[in-house]
């Protein structure tokens, strides 16, 4: 009987031995999963690019209660479809309006209109619009400005 246990047990360490051979890590990947690996990596760094034909205007001089717009143009100039998810002015007084709701292809354009009520401001009055999109940075902005006169005898609203 101690025999036969002695020879299971041998018989069992043997097994095991045999058992956990060494494998190669580099056997177990798979040649598909590095192309896509590879290609998903390549395109990582490729975001849609807002380019703009002025990031500033200016609407000069306004009387104070003038009401002004103007227009941004761009360009998707970068390697990804462009999509534009908001656009905010800095105050009340600068509203966007009219942008892009789809995507917007590479090479392709788009535009939005920015008005701006000079009502309550006085002096020289900056505003910033920012645009939420998918480019790298996730934050574009534009600034419009204008001198805002105040006419004589008018009570003024201080910003």
């Not at 034909?53 to 998707?76: I, M, P, R, V």
Request: proline fraction near 4%; hydrophobic fraction near 35%; include cysteine.
């Amino acid at each position: 009987m101690k025999k036969l246990r002695v020879l299971a047990i041998t018989a069992f360490c043997g097994l095991a031995l045999v058992s956990c051979k060494q494998e190669n890590a580099a056997e177990k990947i798979n040649a598909e999963n590095i192309a896509v690996a590879a290609e998903r990596d390549a395109n990582s760094n490729k975001f849609p690019v807002m380019t703009f034909d002025k990031t500033e205007h200016d609407f000069g001089t306004l009387q104070q209660g003038d009401t002004a717009e103007t227009t941004f143009n761009f360009e998707n100039t970068g390697e990804k479809p462009l999509v534009i998810v908001g656009i905010k002015g800095s105050c009340g007084c600068t509203v966007p309006n009219d942008w892009p709701r789809e995507a917007i292809a590479p090479g392709e354009s788009g535009k939005f209109s920015v008005k701006f009520n000079s009502r309550g401001k006085k002096n020289l009055t900056q505003q910033t619009v920012t645009i939420t999109a998918n480019t790298e940075k996730g934050k574009e902005m534009v600034r419009i400005k204008a001198m805002v006169e105040v006419p004589e005898g008018t009570a003024t609203a201080v910003k």
